[in-house]
């Protein structure tokens, strides 16, 4: 490619960046126009350093920070290590005797075989096989989880829990073993640190040896004094840590995780660039990518489905779900590379050999890291397959596509010295 064309697609790029982060604007303002807005605990630290705050998920959130653009976040992270304020995600405690039978009731997760302080995705399903909401679970032991579901589900997911706990509680046959109680971690910090220098930023602050901290394991460390919660993970690809911190100790830890004078340290990190490294990863957003009429199957989330739960009636929802892992769906969630222009959430996609309607897209971006246009959605199964040759509705122009296997850009998970 020649230096002219780079420039172009850079130009390109950061143009629909910011159209993107326009588009995030919006729908926030959208959805939450009419309601108080929630704010974490570091509202005011991101204020002081000059973010950009929109509604999202019912929470004041920054969407970037002074003059920094979303590429050039985004690019930050792939190269260095940035820092999310994740603290509106819902953090809780389920704890009791029969806490993993209850969490593999909600969920088709295999709970009962994760060892203590790993973690795994997760789905809760409705009667229907209908995700309610994408969550991590990590497991403490057999009787304690921690679980972090997501802001925007929070009335949905509270109302579900409550409503399963007390139909458990209630059932002798059920919770035989004991009751099961959940408690929500009202007001406490959650920062998520990512990029291939996280783990030399995070362990200035931190005795334990972060090289033995795989991928989906977690655990209790002091950063700076202070009991924190670690989990090695993330939402863009690369390696990171999910750090839940005490009510009054979020700024001061993220001040330090981000401030030049400690050494090596995190750059302010918004929703903009979040969304575009999501999505280069190939990572599902609830509301866009999967909703209550979309099963794990159709998501391409069937591995959530653990083998040893494949069974009639082991989870709610399991009906359905068995049966498309049988049968096979009717749709399926793929990628896409997309020529001239960028598709948006809600494109129409048709066959290319017919122009048949096929499908929608639910996410789509052009992809700082790879100088492409990227989606991805849900096609008939049939047209779901590598390589597969699609038109998809941009501007009122057909615009060739390319089915393209997730995630589009390389995962980099610590998973141990190689």
Same mark, same amino acid.
């Given at each position: 490619?020649?230096?002219?064309?780079?420039?172009?697609?850079?130009?390109? $790029?950061?143009?629909?960046?910011?159209?993107?982060?326009?588009?995030?604007?919006?729908?926030?303002?959208?959805?939450? %126009? $009419?309601?108080?807005?929630?704010? +974490?605990?570091?509202?005011?630290?991101?204020?002081?350093?000059? %973010? &950009?705050?929109?509604?999202?998920?019912?929470?004041?959130?920054?969407?970037?920070?002074? *003059?920094?653009?979303? =590429?050039?976040?985004?690019n930050h992270v792939r190269t260095k290590v940035g820092l999310f304020d994740v603290g509106h995600m819902v953090q809780s405690n389920f704890t009791g005797p029969s806490a993993t039978e209850f969490l593999e009731w909600l969920t088709p997760s295999a709970l009962?075989?994760?060892?203590?302080?790993?973690?795994?995705?997760?789905?809760?399903?409705?009667?229907?096989?209908?995700?309610?909401? *994408?969550?991590?679970?990590?497991?403490? /032991?057999?009787? #304690?989880?921690?679980?972090?579901?997501?802001?925007g589900r929070r009335t949905e997911d509270l109302a579900w829990f409550e409503q399963k706990i007390q139909e458990w509680n209630s059932n002798s046959a059920k919770s035989s073993k004991g009751k099961v109680e959940m408690k929500v971690m009202e007001d406490w910090g959650l920062v998520a640190l990512q990029g291939p220098e996280a783990a030399r930023c995070l362990q200035q602050h931190v005795k334990e040896d972060l090289t033995k901290l795989l991928f989906g394991q977690s655990l209790y460390a002091e950063v700076?004094? =202070? &009991?924190?919660?670690?989990?090695?993970?993330?939402?863009?690809?690369?390696?990171?840590?999910?750090? /839940?911190? !005490? !009510?009054?100790? +979020? =700024? &001061?830890?993220?001040?330090?995780?981000?401030? !030049?004078?400690?050494?090596?340290?995190?750059?302010?990190?918004?929703?903009? #660039?979040?969304?575009?490294?999501?999505?280069?990863?190939?990572?599902?957003?609830?509301?866009? *990518?999967?909703?209550?009429?979309? +099963?794990?199957?159709?998501?391409?989330?069937s591995w959530v489905v653990a083998k040893s739960r494949r069974q009639p009636g082991a989870f709610i929802g399991s009906e359905t779900i068995l049966q498309q892992l049988k049968d096979g769906p009717t749709k399926r969630r793929v990628g896409f590379v997309v020529e001239d222009a960028p598709a948006r959430e809600g494109a129409k996609i048709f066959a290319a050999n017919s122009q048949e309607e096929i499908g929608v897209v639910t996410s789509g971006i052009p992809s700082p890291t790879l100088s492409q246009n990227i989606a991805m959605g849900y096609v008939q199964s049939g047209h779901h397959k590598k390589g597969t040759e699609v038109l998809i509705d941009v501007r009122k122009k057909l615009r060739k596509a390319t089915v393209k296997t997730m995630p589009f850009v390389p995962t980099k998970y610590w998973k141990g010295p190689e």
């Open positions: 490619m020649s230096l002219a064309s780079k420039t172009f697609l850079r130009a390109s $790029t950061i143009r629909a960046i910011s159209t993107q982060c326009v588009c995030i604007r919006q729908r926030a303002l959208a959805s939450s %126009a $009419t309601s108080q807005l929630l704010k +974490t605990g570091l509202y005011d630290f991101h204020v002081s350093h000059g %973010a &950009k705050m929109v509604p999202f998920a019912g929470y004041s959130m920054p969407l970037a920070y002074g *003059d920094v653009g979303a =590429v050039s976040s985004h009962s075989s994760l060892d203590n302080f790993s973690s795994t995705l997760s789905v809760l399903l409705n009667d229907k096989g209908g995700i309610l909401d *994408d969550l991590i679970i990590c497991k403490h /032991s057999n009787d #304690a989880f921690y679980v972090v579901t997501n802001a700076a004094g =202070v &009991k924190c919660h670690i989990a090695r993970g993330g939402y863009t690809g690369e390696d990171g840590f999910e750090i /839940s911190i !005490p !009510p009054q100790d +979020t =700024v &001061k830890i993220t001040d330090l995780l981000t401030n !030049p004078a400690s050494g090596s340290h995190a750059q302010l990190t918004g929703l903009g #660039a979040r969304d575009s490294l999501r999505l280069e990863a190939g990572m599902c957003l609830y509301g866009h *990518d999967l909703n209550e009429d979309i +099963t794990p199957v159709e998501a391409g989330l």
